[in-house]
C-alpha cells in the first residue's frame, strides 16, 4: 500500500514569510509525529498527534511552530516568521499502535527540505 | 546532551566483509530500538528492531544486538552488499506521557560497501 507522503519535497522561502508543510499517512494510522533534521544532525521530535489532538508538541522549538490534524488523517505544520535557522528536513511519520508486539514502529515520509533564505 | 549516541561518522567495508555498525544511549528508561536505513533525498527507512527484553533479533542479514548493561547495541550487516551504502541510524524509544514513543535518534553513520 501506499507510505506516508510529504508535499512540497522543497520549499524555498524568505525570511519573515508563513509556510505550510504537509503530511499525508499511512491509511489507518492513528499515530503521527512530526521531526525535523538538519544538516549532519538525526532527526529531532517535534509534536505527536493521536487521532485528532496533539498529545505532545514539547518538542516545538517555540510558538512560531504549530501543527494541525483536524480530521486524524492529514497533517499540516505551519511555521509563522520563518527565521534562516529554521532551514532543515521536516519528516513525517505514522504508526499503528496495534503493529507487532503492540510496539510503535514508525514510517517516515520522504520529507520536505525547507530553505529560509 | 545527546542521549543517544553514534560515534563513528562513516564507515568502509569490502563487499561480503560484515559490517558492524555500533550505537551507545544514555537513558535507561528507554526500552525499545530501532535502525533506519537513509538513502540521500528520501526519507529514513526502517531496518529492524529490537526490544529491551531482548538481547538479540535477526532479519535476513541483519541482526542487532542489545547489551543492556553496557547500554550498547550494535547492528550487524553480513555478507555486506554495495546496496547497503546509505546512512544509518540508531533510534530509541521510550513510552512518554499521552502514549507518544517519540524516537531519539543518534547523528547516524555513513556506510560505503565497496565492491
Known amino acids: 500500500g501506499a507510505g506516508v507522503s510529504q508535499t512540497p519535497s522543497n520549499k524555498v522561502t524568505e525570511k519573515g514569510k508563513y509556510v505550510e508543510l504537509r503530511c499525508d499517512p499511512i491509511?489507518?494510522?492513528?499515530?503521527l509525529y512530526w521531526y525535523r533534521q538538519s544538516l549532519g544532525q538525526g532527526p529531532e521530535f517535534l509534536i505527536y498527534?493521536?487521532?485528532?489532538?496533539?498529545?505532545?508538541d514539547s518538542g516545538l522549538p517555540n510558538d512560531r511552530f504549530f501543527a494541525v490534524r483536524p480530521e486524524g488523517s492529514v497533517s499540516t505544520l505551519k511555521i509563522q516568521r520563518t527565521e534562516r535557522g529554521d532551514s532543515a528536513v521536516y519528516l513525517c511519520?505514522?504508526?499503528?499502535?496495534?503493529?507487532?508486539?503492540?510496539?510503535?514502529?514508525?514510517?517516515f515520509g520522504p520529507g520536505t527540505r525547507l530553505t529560509v533564505l | 546532551d545527546q542521549q543517544v549516541k553514534q560515534n563513528s561518522p562513516s564507515l568502509s567495508v569490502q563487499e561480503g566483509r560484515i559490517s558492524i555498525l555500533n550505537c551507545d544511549y544514555t537513558?535507561?528508561?528507554?526500552?525499545?530500538f530501532l535502525w533506519y536505513k537513509k538513502y540521500p533525498a528520501e526519507g529514513p527507512t526502517f531496518l529492524i528492531s529490537?526490544?529491551?527484553?531482548?538481547d538479540k533479533n535477526e532479519d535476513g542479514r541483519f541482526t542487532v544486538f542489545l547489551n543492556k548493561s553496557a547500554k550498547h547495541l550494535s547492528l550487524h550487516i553480513v555478507p555486506s552488499q554495495p546496496g547497503d551504502s546509505a546512512v544509518y541510524f540508531c533510534?530509541?524509544?521510550?513510552?512518554?506521557?499521552?502514549?507518544?514513543?517519540?524516537?531519539?535518534f543518534g547523528k547516524g553513520t555513513k556506510l560505503s560497501v565497496i565492491p
Open positions: 491509511s489507518g494510522h492513528t499515530a
Open positions: 498527534f493521536q487521532g485528532t489532538g496533539a498529545a505532545d
Open positions: 537513558n535507561s528508561m528507554f526500552d525499545y
Open positions: 511519520a505514522s504508526s499503528s499502535p496495534l503493529g507487532s508486539g503492540g510496539v510503535d514502529t514508525q514510517y
Open positions: 533510534a530509541a524509544s521510550a513510552i512518554q506521557g499521552a502514549g507518544s514513543y517519540q524516537l531519539t
Open positions: 529490537i526490544s529491551s527484553i531482548k
